[in-house]
């Protein structure tokens, strides 16, 4: 499991590759938590993510808390199948553009 | 070379304080015993009983400074071990031999 | 001897030997036992527990082998460090040492520098030792302590959230915890209207975090369902909680099952959980009902959607569900079980009555080991048995309906600073939902209740016309004078409300409300003609009375007209549906 994440402006470009489970928590909220203000806008690449599991998708909800709520904008690129699948299990396209 | 190592010798003086006297009469009177040991066990050719007496006077003798003394012990040890009763028979003349120049010596240093 | 200086027992059958050693470890501040060979030694060590030996190897009546064994046996968990007087030089005969539990050696002839480092370096170590031994204990004894508070919250746990222990013939369900206690939950209980409520839920993570948010969930699902609330309320009310309580990170998936028995079927709410299934007897899974909500506890209220999905469920139907653990279980290759070989294993046996101990049989044979990685849960409705047995429920009911206060009256006076303020019906509500025969009456005895306190406080204390709500720029008009109304009250405005109840017969009663307010009354017998002929255009207002008409047995004004009596009457032989 690796996290990347870069800033440009006030947009968040944050890349997960492997399995996000519980272990990449500490990392995760890394790749934001310093951020001197929310991102008025967030991408998370997840090509290279294999599986999630319930306490990533907790980490996602923390992360769309962290950038405003009900008014965060995040977009979930690039998932495969699998990820999509749990993704859409529990509905998350009510809150993140997944494409 | 000489029965007792000296400069040990002066160490233990120093470490046994007034018990040295002590230390010695016990040394002279455990030592006479194991010698009878030595002759009784050959009498009935006891190996073990002549091994652990040697095995004895061996570690006594060592802390004590009689370094030859010591060196004799365990070659009687090994002999009695290996049950070779010629050889015992010869060593156990050269002990008593040299634990009479010991024993001089230490009385002399009381 | 002072109990912080060490003590040292040597055993050799050398006196001289043993004097020399005695005289170095009385220099270096030890206090000294002695023994002049191995029994004497044991019997030294066991009444005066040194905490260090140094021991001969060879001595007459137990060798100092033999004396070392049963001493270190003796020590138990104690450390005692056993140091081999030698001037053996053969290797075997070390290692015999060793074997029988020796430490170390010290050689003849004694050095006093080579004795003082070795016995400080076993004091270090048995120091650390003692250290490592008090921690040990302390650890058993804090965790001997934990596992008691464990026991004792995972009581009251078991107390407060009932999960798969709600005595209804045709639920079968499996719940696996990974830890003692389980992020699953299912809960069912019967509706006061007949019907039953099935809710299987799964806190994110394992064990006592997850299952805090069981307490809550479960409290709300058996309070409401049985004062007969809806399931839209319920989970309203359930997703509110949650949303307050968890951390953002935290939600529970669940599916909420509303089964109709009379119009044989079910409302099917699913947010999170992996697809149910319908089984069709001889015709294997017909329906797969996707999760279409998020998760319990994410969204805010206002945002919150309560919508279900309804499907046929005819006798000898299986409805089945299943938490995330189950499809994600892993065998020991790693792959998962999958929901297509669920529902492979159900169309195999579609001809059986119960798929339930197949399902079963299957995840065992699967995971082939007792790991788990997830909390399982799996459950089946069976809805013959259960069609069955709620005609069974019901006669129950009946006993049990007419329990509870049966012969009283409830009133309430309320003066201007309540009626600005305070909302009278819940509490009006929270009575008559006591009475266990009017549970299934809720939501008419609460329209009741509003339509004519919202026409006591309006029309009659507030003097406001009704005419005003016919079109739209009225209607807010007539919302803005209330308010101004209700601020500038004067001291003598009241609403006197009064609930009474009476039996009318064996299974059957009348609740008589009574609703007086302060306002100045109206003509009602020219009203009444009017709604009775229905010859006004009622447009956005007016709907209130017909209403309670069309529910209650009697209505009629009092007084000046403001006055208001309606008796509800109610019959337990009737099968009230809401």
């Given at each position: 499991m690796a996290i990347w994440s870069q800033v440009a402006g006030n947009e968040l470009s944050i890349k997960i590759q492997g399995r996000f489970d519980f272990s990449s928590h500490q990392q995760f909220r890394e790749s934001y938590e310093n951020l001197p203000q929310p991102p008025s806008k967030v991408i998370i690449d997840m090509e290279q993510t294999t599986y999630l599991d319930s306490s990533a998708l907790g980490m996602l909800l923390l992360l769309r808390d962290f950038s405003g709520g009900d008014q965060a904008n995040i977009s979930i690129i690039n998932s495969n199948e699998e990820v999509k699948k749990i993704l859409s299990i529990s509905n998350f396209e009510q809150l993140f553009d997944i494409q | 070379m000489a029965s007792l190592n000296t400069d040990m010798l002066a160490e233990l003086k120093d470490i046994m304080e007034d018990d040295f006297a002590i230390l010695v009469d016990t040394f002279v009177s455990d030592t006479d015993k194991r010698i009878d040991v030595f002759e009784s066990s050959m009498d009935m050719a006891d190996a073990d009983a002549l091994r652990k007496a040697a095995h004895g006077l061996k570690g006594s003798s060592s802390n004590i400074g009689a370094e030859r003394l010591s060196k004799l012990s365990a070659d009687l040890e090994v002999a009695a071990k290996e049950m070779a009763f010629h050889i015992a028979i010869d060593l156990i003349e050269d002990v008593k031999q040299e634990y009479h120049l010991v024993r001089a010596a230490l009385l002399e240093l009381k | 001897m002072s109990s912080d200086q060490v003590s040292v027992l040597i055993a050799d059958d050398n006196a001289s030997d043993r004097m020399i050693l005695r005289a170095l470890l009385a220099r270096e501040g030890y206090a000294v036992y002695e023994a002049d060979d191995g029994e004497k030694a044991l019997s030294i060590f066991s009444e005066e527990k040194p905490d260090v030996v140094l021991m001969d190897a060879l001595m007459p009546n137990m060798d100092g082998l033999e004396a070392t064994t049963r001493i270190k046996a003796l020590a138990g968990d104690r450390f005692v460090p056993v140091i081999f007087l030698t001037s053996l030089q053969e290797a075997g005969a070390l290692a015999e040492c060793i074997e029988a539990g020796g430490d170390d050696f010290l050689t003849k002839p004694y050095n006093q520098t080579i004795l003082r480092a070795k016995l400080s370096a076993f004091e270090r170590v048995r120091q650390l030792n003692v250290t490592v031994h008090e921690q040990k204990n302390k650890i058993e004894e804090f965790n001997k302590r934990l596992l008691h508070e464990q026991d004792i919250a995972k009581q009251v746990f078991d107390n407060i959230t009932p999960s798969g222990r709600h005595n209804i013939e045709g639920i079968k369900q499996l719940i696996s915890s990974m830890a003692i206690f389980n992020g699953d939950v299912v809960l069912a209980d019967y509706k006061p209207s007949g019907g039953i409520h099935v809710m299987v839920g799964d806190f994110t993570g394992h064990g006592l975090p997850a299952a805090l948010g069981a307490m809550p969930l479960s409290e709300i699902f058996y309070g409401m369902t049985r004062k007969g609330f809806s399931l839209q309320d319920i989970l309203a009310e359930i997703n509110k909680r949650l949303k307050r309580i968890l951390p953002v990170s935290n939600f529970c998936c669940a599916m909420f099952v509303d089964i109709d028995t009379v119009a044989h079927q079910v409302n099917v709410w699913n947010g999170g959980l992996p697809d149910a299934l319908i089984i069709r007897k001889g015709l294997g899974v017909i329906a797969k009902i996707k999760s279409t909500h998020l998760p319990l506890?994410?969204?805010?209220s206002d945002r919150f959607n309560a919508s279900v999905d309804t499907y046929e469920l005819r006798k000898g139907d299986l409805f089945c569900m299943f938490s995330d653990g189950v499809i994600e279980m892993e065998n020991q290759q790693g792959e998962f079980f999958g929901a297509d070989r669920i529902e492979s294993v159900c169309n195999e046996h579609k001809d059986l009555p119960s798929v339930f101990d197949k399902v079963v049989d299957e995840l065992a044979d699967f995971s082939g080991t007792d790991q788990q990685t997830d909390d399982i849960t799996f459950v089946e409705l069976r809805a013959d048995t259960l069609l069955e047995h709620i005609e069974l429920f019901q006669d129950k009911q009946q006993i049990k309906r007419l329990s509870g206060p049966r012969d009283w009256t409830l009133s309430l006076d309320l003066r201007p600073e309540s009626l600005k303020h305070f909302d009278p019906l819940p509490i009006f509500l929270h009575v008559l939902m006591e009475c266990p025969y009017l549970q299934s009456h809720r939501s008419r005895l609460y329209t009741i209740l509003s339509e004519l306190y919202s026409n006591a406080l309006e029309h009659g204390v507030l003097g406001l016309d009704s005419n005003l709500k016919k079109d739209p720029a009225g209607f807010a008009s007539y919302y803005q004078m209330r308010q101004q109304r209700l601020e500038d009250l004067d001291t003598h405005a009241y609403v006197n409300i009064s609930i009474e109840h009476r039996l009318t017969g064996d299974n059957e009663g009348d609740l008589i409300f009574r609703f007086e307010d302060s306002g100045k009354g109206f003509d009602y017998a020219s009203k009444l003609v009017a709604v009775d002929g229905k010859s006004q255009n009622l447009g956005y207002c007016g709907r209130g009375i017909p209403l309670i008409r069309s529910l209650a047995r009697t209505f009629e004004y009092l007084g000046a007209g403001n006055i208001v009596q309606v008796i509800y009457h109610w019959n337990l032989s009737q099968t009230e549906i809401e």
């Amino acid at each position: 499991m690796a996290i990347w994440s870069q800033v440009a402006g006030n947009e968040l470009s944050i890349k997960i590759q492997g399995r996000f489970d519980f272990s990449s928590h500490q990392q995760f909220r890394e790749s934001y938590e310093n951020l001197p203000q929310p991102p008025s806008k967030v991408i998370i690449d997840m090509e290279q993510t294999t599986y999630l599991d319930s306490s990533a998708l907790g980490m996602l909800l923390l992360l769309r808390d962290f950038s405003g709520g009900d008014q965060a904008n995040i977009s979930i690129i690039n998932s495969n199948e699998e990820v999509k699948k749990i993704l859409s299990i529990s509905n998350f396209e009510q809150l993140f553009d997944i494409q | 070379m000489a029965s007792l190592n000296t400069d040990m010798l002066a160490e233990l003086k120093d470490i046994m304080e007034d018990d040295f006297a002590i230390l010695v009469d016990t040394f002279v009177s455990d030592t006479d015993k194991r010698i009878d040991v030595f002759e009784s066990s050959m009498d009935m050719a006891d190996a073990d009983a002549l091994r652990k007496a040697a095995h004895g006077l061996k570690g006594s003798s060592s802390n004590i400074g009689a370094e030859r003394l010591s060196k004799l012990s365990a070659d009687l040890e090994v002999a009695a071990k290996e049950m070779a009763f010629h050889i015992a028979i010869d060593l156990i003349e050269d002990v008593k031999q040299e634990y009479h120049l010991v024993r001089a010596a230490l009385l002399e240093l009381k | 001897m002072s109990s912080d200086q060490v003590s040292v027992l040597i055993a050799d059958d050398n006196a001289s030997d043993r004097m020399i050693l005695r005289a170095l470890l009385a220099r270096e501040g030890y206090a000294v036992y002695e023994a002049d060979d191995g029994e004497k030694a044991l019997s030294i060590f066991s009444e005066e527990k040194p905490d260090v030996v140094l021991m001969d190897a060879l001595m007459p009546n137990m060798d100092g082998l033999e004396a070392t064994t049963r001493i270190k046996a003796l020590a138990g968990d104690r450390f005692v460090p056993v140091i081999f007087l030698t001037s053996l030089q053969e290797a075997g005969a070390l290692a015999e040492c060793i074997e029988a539990g020796g430490d170390d050696f010290l050689t003849k002839p004694y050095n006093q520098t080579i004795l003082r480092a070795k016995l400080s370096a076993f004091e270090r170590v048995r120091q650390l030792n003692v250290t490592v031994h008090e921690q040990k204990n302390k650890i058993e004894e804090f965790n001997k302590r934990l596992l008691h508070e464990q026991d004792i919250a995972k009581q009251v746990f078991d107390n407060i959230t009932p999960s798969g222990r709600h005595n209804i013939e045709g639920i079968k369900q499996l719940i696996s915890s990974m830890a003692i206690f389980n992020g699953d939950v299912v809960l069912a209980d019967y509706k006061p209207s007949g019907g039953i409520h099935v809710m299987v839920g799964d806190f994110t993570g394992h064990g006592l975090p997850a299952a805090l948010g069981a307490m809550p969930l479960s409290e709300i699902f058996y309070g409401m369902t049985r004062k007969g609330f809806s399931l839209q309320d319920i989970l309203a009310e359930i997703n509110k909680r949650l949303k307050r309580i968890l951390p953002v990170s935290n939600f529970c998936c669940a599916m909420f099952v509303d089964i109709d028995t009379v119009a044989h079927q079910v409302n099917v709410w699913n947010g999170g959980l992996p697809d149910a299934l319908i089984i069709r007897k001889g015709l294997g899974v017909i329906a797969k009902i996707k999760s279409t909500h998020l998760p319990l506890g994410i969204l805010s209220s206002d945002r919150f959607n309560a919508s279900v999905d309804t499907y046929e469920l005819r006798k000898g139907d299986l409805f089945c569900m299943f938490s995330d653990g189950v499809i994600e279980m892993e065998n020991q290759q790693g792959e998962f079980f999958g929901a297509d070989r669920i529902e492979s294993v159900c169309n195999e046996h579609k001809d059986l009555p119960s798929v339930f101990d197949k399902v079963v049989d299957e995840l065992a044979d699967f995971s082939g080991t007792d790991q788990q990685t997830d909390d399982i849960t799996f459950v089946e409705l069976r809805a013959d048995t259960l069609l069955e047995h709620i005609e069974l429920f019901q006669d129950k009911q009946q006993i049990k309906r007419l329990s509870g206060p049966r012969d009283w009256t409830l009133s309430l006076d309320l003066r201007p600073e309540s009626l600005k303020h305070f909302d009278p019906l819940p509490i009006f509500l929270h009575v008559l939902m006591e009475c266990p025969y009017l549970q299934s009456h809720r939501s008419r005895l609460y329209t009741i209740l509003s339509e004519l306190y919202s026409n006591a406080l309006e029309h009659g204390v507030l003097g406001l016309d009704s005419n005003l709500k016919k079109d739209p720029a009225g209607f807010a008009s007539y919302y803005q004078m209330r308010q101004q109304r209700l601020e500038d009250l004067d001291t003598h405005a009241y609403v006197n409300i009064s609930i009474e109840h009476r039996l009318t017969g064996d299974n059957e009663g009348d609740l008589i409300f009574r609703f007086e307010d302060s306002g100045k009354g109206f003509d009602y017998a020219s009203k009444l003609v009017a709604v009775d002929g229905k010859s006004q255009n009622l447009g956005y207002c007016g709907r209130g009375i017909p209403l309670i008409r069309s529910l209650a047995r009697t209505f009629e004004y009092l007084g000046a007209g403001n006055i208001v009596q309606v008796i509800y009457h109610w019959n337990l032989s009737q099968t009230e549906i809401e």
